[in-house]
Nanobody, 123 residues
Framework: QVQLVESGGGLVQAGGSLRLSCAASGRTFSTYAMGWFRRPPGKEREFVAA????????SYADSVKGRFTISRENVKNTVYLQMNSLKPEDTAVYYC????????????????WGQGTQVTVSS
C-alpha cells in the first residue's frame, strides 16, 4: 500500500515557477513508477509527466516538455515536479499517482492517487 500527499501548489504569475512535491508512505515506494496528472477547470484529467522507479526513465506530455521536470528521491519517498515558465493554461489541480511496474501515461494504469494540489497561473 502507498499513500500519497501532494504539496507546493499555489498562485503564481505567468512566467514564474513552482515545485510540487509528493510524499509517499509505504516501503514499496522505491519500486513504483510515479506520475503527475492534472485536471484543468472544466476539462478531463490529463497526463503531465512520469518517472520510473530508478529515476532514469521519464516521459512528458508535449504541452510541458522543456518547461517541467519530474524527479524523485527514493531515500525521502518523494517525487517532485519542477514547473518553470508557467502559463495560464497550466492552471489545474495537480495529482500524483503511483503504480508498480513501468511508467505509463494512462491514468487508468495507476492505482494510488493523492488528493491533489491547486496550481493557479495568472496572466
Amino acid at each position: 500500500q502507498v499513500q500519497l500527499v501532494e504539496s507546493g501548489g499555489g498562485l503564481v504569475q505567468a512566467g514564474g515557477s513552482l515545485r510540487l512535491s509528493c510524499a509517499a508512505s509505504g516501503r514499496t515506494f522505491s519500486t513504483y513508477a510515479m506520475g503527475w496528472f492534472r485536471r484543468p477547470p472544466g476539462k478531463e484529467r490529463e497526463f503531465v509527466a512520469a518517472i520510473n522507479w530508478s529515476g532514469y526513465s521519464t516521459s512528458y506530455a508535449d504541452s510541458v516538455k522543456g518547461r517541467f521536470t519530474i524527479s524523485r528521491e527514493n531515500v525521502k519517498n518523494t517525487v517532485y515536479l519542477q514547473m518553470n515558465s508557467l502559463k495560464p493554461e497550466d492552471t489545474a489541480v495537480y495529482y500524483c499517482a503511483g503504480r508498480p511496474g513501468p511508467i505509463s501515461g494512462y491514468a487508468s494504469d495507476y492505482g494510488y492517487w493523492g488528493q491533489g494540489t491547486q496550481v493557479t497561473v495568472s496572466s
